[in-house]
Antibody, heavy 116, light 107 residues
């Protein structure tokens, strides 16, 4: 059974940093690109970042470019999102998701709240 | 970035109704379109991919159609479990973008 489990969310002050993790199981993690998608409270879905299976290709939404860094460790079946210089508008539930045709598997999400 | 526009934003319907949601892309995305259902506090669930292919395990009352810039999601006979928010998403470019969502409410 495919499982994606996010962790690392929490309350952080504006300008602070946080590192999210996503533990994958039930599939050959190293064969898949992976993405982060977020959803602000009461709002729609926003793609945040993508990383290819071997980390050769990495993309970011303009809203996070220069502040967030996506990475992965295929030996540990894990995906990461390092978030720096956090802003109030980064407050959201962050999901890791497996892209296939669309996202066929999602984690349960981890809430990041940026507030003083 | 490719912009995705859904209509309507909110839809009130009754159990048994046929429901149609429209999604328009700002440029052609061929058939690289997915539809999701999301319930409060839960992750989205993939319903349709490649515009018209039904994801495994999804009831056949859900169907998708369209290509290029115009797409529709149809629920043939709305069931109590279908009251939720629905999103379209394009995956034609590496920056995958979503529509703003359509909330299907009980009439």
């Amino acid at each position: 059974e495919v499982q994606l489990v996010e962790s690392g969310g929490g309350l952080v002050k504006p300008g602070g940093s946080l590192r999210l993790s996503c533990a994958a199981s039930g599939f050959t993690f190293s064969s898949y690109s992976m993405n982060w998608v977020r959803q602000a409270p009461g709002k729609g879905l926003e793609w945040v970042s993508s990383i290819s299976s071997s980390s050769s290709y990495i993309y970011y939404a303009d809203s996070v470019k220069g502040r967030f860094t996506i990475s992965r460790d295929n030996a540990k079946n894990s995906l990461y999102l390092q978030m720096n210089s956090l802003r109030a508008e980064d407050t959201a539930v962050y999901y890791c998701a497996r892209p296939r045709d669309g996202y066929d598997y999602w984690g349960q999400g981890t809430l990041v709240t940026v507030s003083s | 970035d490719i912009q995705m526009t859904q209509s309507p934003s909110t839809l009130s319907a009754s159990v048994g109704d046929r429901v149609t949601i429209t999604c328009r892309a700002s440029q052609s995305i061929s058939s690289w379109l997915a539809w999701y259902q999301q319930k409060p506090g839960k992750a989205p669930k993939l319903l349709i991919y490649k515009a018209s292919s039904l994801e495994s395990g999804v009831p056949s009352r859900f169907s998708g159609s369209g290509s290029g810039t115009e797409f529709t999601l149809t629920i043939s006979s709305l069931q109590p479990d279908d009251f939720a928010t629905y999103y379209c998403q394009q995956y034609n470019s590496y920056r995958w973008t979503f529509g703003q969502g359509t909330k299907v409410e009980i009439k």
